[in-house]
């Protein structure tokens, strides 16, 4: 097991009715002036946002609000943010909605406290170290952004979808109400289910020896999301799959089941350069893209990929040919996602093959490769866009 540091600061509320208690929570967190943060609509239709203001409201905390976030969060609604952060004194950011909302928050809260432009942390021209305390009430159990210390931001100029992380962008607190993603399209739901498992899997492929404590853990994740989210695609209402997949989609990411190995994160960037040329669902991106890539570097560890053919879906150990094994398991989760109702092509995304070599000049590799688990170069990059065709 490798060395690490694990901070995890988030302090957690779970339950029933929970976001009633958010007023308390800003105060607990010294949070005096508040920015709402929220989408395109689904917190207003369902009342959401009205409980979160009035909550706000009895504990005598002042707040203004921006509404609009879209999915694959844009860099404009940022900006309009920042400003408002700073010509209100704000000193909290409150994000109310899925992981899209969180995220730009998060990059509101960035740019709340620098003078140039924000996108300089998306660009890793500048590290992040400070930013102001949000807090969230989650409404949609996938992109984990409750716990981590990630962003994820498109931005229109160029159509970039660029990440970020620092230990100060993990929420001081997160409001979890299962009964909030009762609401949730299938759709959703499955992309959530889909992304949540990605965040494991990224971890799982490692080369690092003898982790057998995060294994394990990341098992664990795996199996309650392939039990859970079945159910909650049947019955929508059903509190306890929901209740179950939120917590999985928070320890899924918050590195619980990352630390002491190195993760790899190919998938991810690979499916950030589709989300950002044709605005396709992170998930649904994920579901095609992971297939892909798992086929075209199982040969660099086949028994690591026999394992989770075992352990995870349950498929017989092939001693003379684990080969066998190593893709059974890779068919049987491609099955799974494709009964989530999940794309597992190119063309399904609305995504074509014409278009892959502006995927891969976006990645901006330039000679560098990415990932861990197997170092891909250009080349190989192509070859497993190639192969999700
Ligand atoms: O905008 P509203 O009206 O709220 O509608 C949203 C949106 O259209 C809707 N929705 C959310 N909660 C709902 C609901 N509809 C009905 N009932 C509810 N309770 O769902 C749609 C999708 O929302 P979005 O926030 O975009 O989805 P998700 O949570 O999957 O977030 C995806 C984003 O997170 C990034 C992805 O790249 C993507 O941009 N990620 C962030 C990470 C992080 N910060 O650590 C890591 C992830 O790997 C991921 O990259
Ligand atoms: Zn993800």
């Not at 003078?115 to 924000?118: L, N, P, Q, S, V």
């Not at 949609?140 to 992109?143: D, G, M, Q, R, V």
């Not at 995504?351 to 278009?355: E, F, K, L, Q, V």
């Given at each position: 097991m490798d060395n690490f540091n694990f901070y995890s600061p988030t302090y957690f509320v779970f339950g029933?009715?929970?976001?009633?208690?958010a007023g308390d929570y800003v105060r607990k967190f010294k949070g005096t002036r508040v920015l709402i943060h929220y989408g395109s609509g689904s917190v207003v239709e369902s009342g959401l946002l009205a409980r979160v203001k009035k909550s706000l409201a009895n504990a005598g905390i002042w707040f203004t609000e921006l509404g609009g976030v879209v999915p694959n969060p844009r860099s404009g609604l940022v900006y309009k943010g920042i400003e408002q952060c700073k010509e209100n004194n704000i000193d909290f950011v409150l994000a109310v909605g899925g992981g899209s909302v969180i995220d730009s928050a998060k990059a509101i809260a960035i740019g709340a406290l620098y003078?140039?432009?924000?996108w300089d942390f998306f660009t890793g021209k500048k590290i992040v170290e400070k930013a102001l305390p949000i807090g969230t009430i989650l409404t949609?159990?996938?992109?984990g952004s409750e716990g981590s210390s990630g962003s994820v931001i498109t931005h229109e100029n160029g159509i970039l979808k660029r990440a970020t992380g620092g230990e100060?962008?993990?929420?001081a607190f997160s409001i979890l109400n299962p009964e909030l993603t009762c609401s949730l399209p299938p759709f959703q739901t499955a992309c959530g289910a889909t992304d949540m498992m990605a965040h494991v899997m990224e971890r799982y492929?490692?080369?690092?020896?003898?982790v057998e404590i995060s294994d394990r853990l990341a098992e664990g994740i795996l199996l309650t999301v392939i039990n859970e989210a079945p159910k909650a695609l049947a019955n929508p209402l059903d509190y306890d799959a929901r209740a179950n997949l939120m917590w999985a989609g928070m320890v899924a990411h918050n590195d619980t089941c990352g630390v002491g190995r190195l993760s790899d994160w190919s998938t991810h960037q690979m499916e950030h350069e589709l989300s950002g040329l044709y605005d396709v669902a992170h998930g649904a991106g994920l579901a095609v893209m992971f297939p892909a890539w798992m086929k075209y570097v199982m040969k660099h560890d086949v028994m690591r990929f026999a394992q989770f053919a075992v352990r995870v879906w349950g498929c017989s150990m092939d001693f003379q040919e684990p080969e066998n094994t190593a893709l059974e398991g890779i068919a049987c989760y491609e099955k799974f996602v494709s009964s989530l109702g999940m794309p597992i092509r190119f063309a399904s995304l609305g995504?074509?093959?014409?278009?892959i070599p502006v995927l891969v000049k976006n990645l901006g590799l330039a000679g560098k490769t990415l990932g861990n688990f197997v170092k891909l170069t250009e080349e190989d990059v192509t070859k497993i866009y190639e192969l999700a065709v």
């Open positions: 029933k009715s929970r976001e009633n208690e003078d140039g432009d924000f949609l159990t996938a992109a100060v962008l993990r929420p492929f490692t080369n690092s020896k003898r995504a074509r093959a014409a278009d």
